[in-house]
């Protein structure tokens, strides 16, 4: 199995036309995940390679289609309006790629989308891959392959190194998630957890967090409670100087507070398995009884 | 971005809330005038985007006019943890009765924005909340409503018992809302929020962190952004759009991605060495954008080795590399370079540095340990 995208997704992307849009639908369509719109408003009627239907509104597009989840690429600044656009269409689930949504927006989509039921995944973020299975965002579909192993990040090349160092000692995934690199963001390391502890075929679990407040202490608690699996993580930004944004809008060290130091002795505490570089991460699963 | 103390005091006034005459100088002259103008004592402030302004000596209290030049003619220049001072606000000395504390931030945990005030003003709110939280009331704001007026009289008296005084600060917290919201801002607060022999409720220091997204939307907050006051090679990066944090190491980072940047520097620190800078060229990178990362990375003089750090996915390697070889085209490098690159259309990368006469590794371990050598251990 998988969490949250399978072969049952049925994808519209929001931002189809667009550069990042067109170059991504056709990676994902290659990947064989099951695109069945696109939405650009201007070119309803018109077909995407001449094969995916466009539409000028997500509404039309899941009336049309049934999509049942959605993919956004469009400008950062009509990223808030294109979620409350998906959940009022009626997807379940939301896949932000957009960079740069202002904080604000934020606060006010996600009680929006609380209210929908909708789960949003970035923004800001790679998005997700099942193995074999379908592919929303951007994570490359050659590094990865099928197996028993849950990826969940906040960072998005990381999370490919990290896939990669698996893939080559023969540990495939079940889903790769990166959650986004921003402050505010709709699916946290909790609700991955959650899904990677449900899901009978996710055998073993990857946590790569990064500098800046407490979701990592937050998922490292919740670890000790719920989760059973065998569990490593890894924090970027050992060495970064506190109250600098390094990149991502999240990952800033306010104060004395969320410092790798500090979630790594989360991790420890909680018994998930510390990579002190991303190298460890096989021999680390290893240590703790996951095999390929 | 963060705003100057003067910048921010603008902004709040602009929203209604009483803040103490004042203006900013930039030579000794203009802070002279300023202080006759306003008459009595002033205050001489230094406006550096530094905290403990104070204890650097970037504050200081003049009785009259030509002290205040005097003052202003000793900060003006003078380097507050690295930062030249070009500005200096001058503000009449208040005569304080209280001082309490009043912000308003982008909570992370919560997911909105959160009010926190305190009647132990006047001092690092940090600091507060770790010793005597009970001084601290918080209240979190839907964004959807803003701040209600009966959520801003309950933490007014929290603050006050008089009623003028607490009517006063709701009225303040309220507009303090606003100028968050309208500034884009992650961080909004008065500190301290005094009250005046005579009764009045004054906001004495301000201080606004802007949400760097809100800035394409903000052209008028984005104007207010100063230059002077950073770091030129970050400037630089940041107009070529690229990610940059000057650090004082030896290995120069090149790398695409924030998160693998950052487990870059940490790997480079657990071979022995240490990053000379942050650098992300970000996702679709052009080959520019790699040129104008060399340039920055070796302008450092600090820097004797560079590493480049790639995993191809959005980003091509073969961009990367023919980045490579245009900026080493243009100006020769001076310290060994060495260079990972992984990922999508690495063999096509391989051969354009192999014929420019580059080698490039695959591995991230390999790589960095290689740079941390050449660029002779520090730690």
């Given at each position: 199995m998988s969490i949250f995208i399978d072969r049952d997704t049925k994808l519209v992307v929001q931002g189809i036309t667009g550069r990042d849009g067109s170059f991504h639908t056709r990676q994902m369509i290659e990947y064989g995940t099951n695109v069945v719109a696109g939405v650009t408003p201007g070119k309803g009627g018109q077909k995407f390679e001449s094969r995916v239907p466009i539409f000028n509104t997500v509404a039309d597009a899941v009336a049309a289609t049934g999509a049942n989840a959605s993919v956004i690429y469009v400008p950062a600044r009509f990223a808030a309006d294109a979620v409350y656009e998906a959940a009022d269409a009626g997807v379940r689930l939301v896949v932000c790629i957009s960079e740069g949504v202002p904080v604000l927006d934020m606060t006010r989509v996600m009680p929006y989308l609380r209210e929908h039921g909708v789960r949003l995944i970035g923004p800001n973020c790679p998005g997700a891959i099942s193995p074999g299975k379908a592919?929303?965002?951007?994570?490359?579909?050659?590094?990865?392959?099928?197996?028993?192993?849950?990826?969940?990040?906040?960072?998005?090349?990381?999370?490919?190194?990290?896939?990669?160092?698996?893939?080559?000692?023969?540990?495939?995934?079940?889903?790769?998630?990166?959650?986004?690199?921003?402050?505010?963001?709709?699916?946290?390391?909790?609700?991955?957890?959650?899904?990677?502890?449900?899901?009978?075929?996710?055998t073993a679990i990857v946590m790569i967090g990064e500098i800046g407040g407490t979701d990592e202490q937050q998922a490292a608690e919740y670890t000790k409670a719920h989760v059973t699996k065998p569990i490593v993580g890894?924090?970027?930004?050992?060495?970064?100087?506190?109250?600098?944004?390094?990149?991502?809008?999240?990952?800033?060290?306010?104060?004395?507070?969320?410092?790798?130091?500090?979630?790594?002795?989360?991790?420890?505490?909680?018994?998930?398995?510390?990579?002190?570089?991303?190298?460890?991460?096989?021999?680390?699963?290893?240590?703790?009884?996951?095999?390929? | 971005m963060n705003l100057h103390e003067y910048q921010a005091r603008g902004l709040l006034k602009a929203a209604g809330i009483p803040v103490p005459d004042g203006d900013v100088a930039t030579t000794p002259a203009e802070a002279e005038a300023i202080a006759t103008r306003l008459g009595g004592t002033v205050v001489v402030k230094a406006q550096v985007h530094a905290g403990g302004r104070g204890k650097a000596g970037g504050v200081k209290l003049a009785k009259n006019a030509k002290e205040a030049r005097e003052h202003a003619s000793k900060i003006l220049g003078m380097t507050i943890k690295g930062l030249t001072v070009e500005k200096v606000l001058v503000v009449p000395a208040a005569d304080i009765a209280t001082e309490s504390y009043a912000g308003v931030i982008l909570d992370r945990a919560s997911q909105r924005p959160v009010f926190m005030v305190s009647p132990a003003g006047g001092v690092d709110i940090e600091e507060v909340a770790a010793k005597t939280p009970e001084k601290i009331m918080k209240l979190g704001v839907d964004p959807r409503y803003g701040l209600l007026s009966h959520q801003a009289m309950q933490l007014a008296f929290f603050l006050y018992t008089d009623l003028g005084q607490v009517r006063a600060a709701a009225k303040i917290l309220q507009q303090l809302y606003r100028a968050f919201v309208d500034a884009g801002a992650s961080l909004a607060e008065i500190n301290p929020l005094v009250t005046t022999p005579d009764g009045a409720v004054v906001a004495l220091d301000a201080k606004i962190g802007v949400d760097d997204n809100e800035l394409e939307r903000k052209p008028a907050i984005a104007a207010l952004r100063d230059a002077s006051s950073e770091n030129p090679a970050e400037v630089k990066a940041r107009e070529a759009g690229l990610s940059f944090i000057k650090l004082d190491g030896a290995v120069g980072c090149c790398v695409n991605g924030a998160g693998l940047a950052m487990a870059t520097m940490d790997l480079v620190k657990y071979y022995g060495g240490e990053p000379a800078n942050f650098l992300d060229i970000g996702g679709s990178s052009n080959p520019d954008k790699v040129v104008t990362a060399l340039e920055i990375i070796t302008s450092d003089p600090n820097v004797k080795a560079i590493l480049f750090n790639i995993f191809g996915g959005i980003t091509r390697c073969d961009d990367v590399a023919n980045g490579i070889v245009t900026a080493t085209g243009r100006t020769k490098l001076k310290v060994p370079m060495v260079i990972r690159l992984t990922g999508t259309n690495e063999e096509l990368a391989v051969q354009i540095l192999q014929k420019a006469g580059f080698s490039a590794l695959t591995d991230m371990d390999e790589a960095v340990e290689r740079a941390v050598e050449l660029a002779g251990r520090t730690a």
């Open positions: 592919k929303v965002g951007i994570i490359p579909g050659s590094i990865c392959r099928e197996g028993g192993v849950g990826v969940v990040s906040r960072s998005g090349t990381l999370t490919y190194e990290v896939v990669h160092q698996l893939t080559r000692a023969g540990f495939g995934q079940t889903t790769c998630v990166g959650i986004g690199g921003d402050p505010i963001i709709g699916t946290n390391f909790i609700d991955c957890l959650e899904g990677f502890q449900a899901d009978p075929e996710t890894f924090i970027a930004g050992q060495t970064a100087p506190p109250g600098r944004r390094m990149g991502h809008a999240g990952a800033i060290i306010s104060g004395a507070s969320g410092t790798a130091e500090e979630k790594m002795a989360a991790f420890e505490r909680c018994g998930i398995g510390v990579m002190k570089r991303p190298a460890d991460v096989v021999p680390l699963l290893r240590e703790r009884g996951a095999t390929p | -």
